[in-house]
Each structure stands twice: as C-alpha cells, then as structure tokens.
C-alpha cells in the first residue's frame, strides 16, 4: 500500500499494541470463527446517533439493538456512532450496543463532538484480531471522515473488514479524493476485503465508478433504496468486496423506517 507514513496494515506488533490500547472495546460472547462456517452476514448501518427522525431529543439504543438483533448478522459497519456526548448522556453507544448484543467492538472517532466523539465503530461475532483508523484526505475544508478497519478469521482465511462514511457537502470533490485515497489503500492488499458504509454517492456518480473500479458491490442493477427512512428515493449505502470469489446470496436493504433517517443494508455472502 503506498504513504510511507502509515503502517502497513495488520503486520506490525507496534500497530497490534495501539489498536489493543487505544481502539478498545469487546463483548463477553464473541466466538471464534467455526471451520464449517458456510456463509459470512454483513450489514451497514447509518444510525444517526440512535436518534430517531420522528423524535429529535430522544436517544433509543435499544431500537439500534432491536435492528440489528433482528437481523441475524456476524459483521456490521456501523456510521455517525456518538462517545461521551452531552447529547447522548455521555454514553459509549457502541459499547452499549455490543454489550447488549453480546458482540465484540471497535470504536474509531472522527471528530470531536459536543463534549465528547463522533465517528464509527465495528461490531463482530467473530474474534477480531486487529484494528487500524486511517484519516481521509479532503480538498476543501469540511467536518474530517475516516475509514475503520478490522481483521478477522473467516472460513479459515484473514479478513479485513473496513466501514466508511463519506463527506456530505454537495460538491463531490472531497468524496473523490476520500474514494481515491480508500481504493488506493487496499491496493496491494492481498487478502479479502470488505468495504461498506455511507457514501454519500448514487450509484452512477463518478464516486461510486471509482469504487466499482477495485471493488465488487453486493448489488449494481435494480438495488433498494437506503434514504430516507420513509418512502426511500436514493441508494447511498453501500456493501462491497475485493480478493473475494464469494457468491452474494441475497442483498437486502431492511425496512426500518424509524430507529434512523437510514436503512440498514444486509448481505449475505457464500463461500
């Protein structure tokens, strides 16, 4: 992968170190990977800090668990994830949601947010093994996005699981370079890879033609619609992988029409 600056991910013991000490988090009922395992489930997941649309002043974790409870996955991305903010009672959401979950967790924070963090966090059934936040570029100055990332052990190979949330502003140029900068990460990467999350680009932008361009999206023709919540007219949210010859079994955007202004986007591949 090129930039000098950045550890090669997942092969250095001083990067094993920070991602243990600083990216924390696990649950008391993650497993480890069976041999027999016969398909991988994934879901991304906009959660609009468990703010529910139709009630601005409420925080309702349990509508998020109840979502992803229901949807019967080992893997999921989430995006716009609070810690420690005054408008979230100060809680670790992603804690709170693994814990009630039973999953293991990584929390990676973007930005600093009303007295505490704002970002993305990673939930898995499966043991993760290690964990990596790269800092996106941007051309003009707008609120900072991340890419997050996670290794674990799936059908006996390493996997690399990555979640994102791209710029939202209405010129595309930061979303580019944000896209550039994720293809180009994984470029040398030699294991599988999988790639989801808010990307603030309709299918036929030049943002999702740079992705597709590396990747392969779990869905390219005749895909539900994520946002809004209620009657969805654009598909932004996204599942898609690389170095993998998986079968995607079933892609399914669920319909959640009040725990977030998202829908969760569900995959199903087959090894």
Known sequence: MKNSKRLHPFRSFVFFIFSIAFLGGCAIKAKKEPSTLANLKVLSY??????????????????????IKSADVDLIGLQEVDNGTARSGHKNQAKLIADKLGYQYRYFKAIDHDGGEYGLAILSRLSIDTSILVQLPQKVVAEKRILAAVQLTVGGQPVIFATTHLDATRDPINRQVQIEHIVDYFKSEKKAVILCGDLNAVPDSKVIQTLDNAFRRSCVEGCEHTVPQIQPRRTIDYIAVKNANWTVVSHHVLAESYASDHRPVKVIFGF
């Open 46 to 67: 906009n959660i609009h800090h468990a703010n529910p649309p139709s009630k601005p002043n409420l925080i309702d974790i349990d509508a998020i668990v109840g979502v």
